[in-house]
């Protein structure tokens, strides 16, 4: 989570892997391998190090989000479409089927088109 975290951020701050690398003096790979969480327990030196050029407090690079802090892309549209599927009496199961419908659909439009 720390990872995502200073992605989103740099991302937000409109700066580059090098960018960060530059400025922090920490080397790209390194930078690269926490933000993929492959590196997921940095020193708090390196830490400060990011937060400082991020402008940002430490608290806010290490805040880890819990299930119910995640807030869904989803709009009212999309939960008023669920709410109707659940009110006709369609499972997940069958929402599943209608899904490798939709998938075959898909694929059939794709591969007429190239056919053209």
Do not use: C
């Not at 898909?106 to 053209?116: A, D, P, R, S, V």
């Amino acid at each position: 989570m720390i990872g995502h975290n200073i992605y989103r951020i740099r991302k937000e701050r409109g700066l580059t892997l090098s960018d960060l690398s530059e400025r922090t003096g920490i080397s790209k790979s390194y930078l690269s391998n926490i933000e993929r969480n492959l590196k997921q327990n940095p020193s708090i030196q390196v830490m400060e190090k990011i937060a400082f050029v991020l402008k940002v407090d430490l608290k806010t690079l290490l805040k880890v989000t819990t299930d119910n802090e995640i807030k869904l892309p989803f709009d009212k549209e999309w939960f008023d479409f669920m709410a109707a599927l659940i009110e006709t009496g369609i499972d997940k199961q069958q929402i599943h089927q209608y899904k490798i419908l939709v998938e075959f659909l898909k694929w059939y439009n794709e591969t007429k088109l190239i056919k053209k």
